[in-house]
């Protein structure tokens, strides 16, 4: 995160691509579990260099994003909407800072 939305992880602990640490969910999250989501949802993640890809996002509620982004995806959908794969993949290493690459057929939600 460059910047986290809650005023007490707006430290440097919190910052620079320190997502798991940032949201209790997304640390607690096995690497087990973030295979089987990957796999379930036909994601390959390479790192090409630097750190491992961040785990992905399985909820918007796992984001940094203001909580009108959550609002509104629940108003485009449903109350039980979660971010599409590639969402879910890409959104987490842009926070931390990667460039990414990203490829997923017309309407997988590459825009948000």
């Given at each position: 995160y460059y910047e986290h939305p809650a005023p007490s992880l707006q430290c440097e602990e919190f910052c620079w691509g320190n997502l798991e640490a940032a949201h209790p969910v997304?640390?607690?999250r096995t690497v087990d579990e973030v295979e089987a989501y990957r796999l379930e949802h036909g994601i390959?993640?390479?790192a090409v260099r630097g750190r491992a890809p961040p785990k992905?996002?399985?909820a918007f509620s796992e984001t940094s994003f203001p909580a009108f982004v959550e609002e509104v995806a629940h108003e485009l959908f449903?109350?039980?909407?979660v971010p599409f794969p590639v969402q879910a993949q890409v959104w987490p290493?842009?926070?931390a800072g990667a460039d990414v690459v990203a490829v997923?057929?017309?309407?997988?939600?590459?825009?948000?």
């Open positions: 997304l640390g607690a390959s993640v390479e992905p996002f399985q449903t109350t039980d909407a290493c842009a926070l997923a057929p017309t309407g997988s939600g590459k825009t948000l």
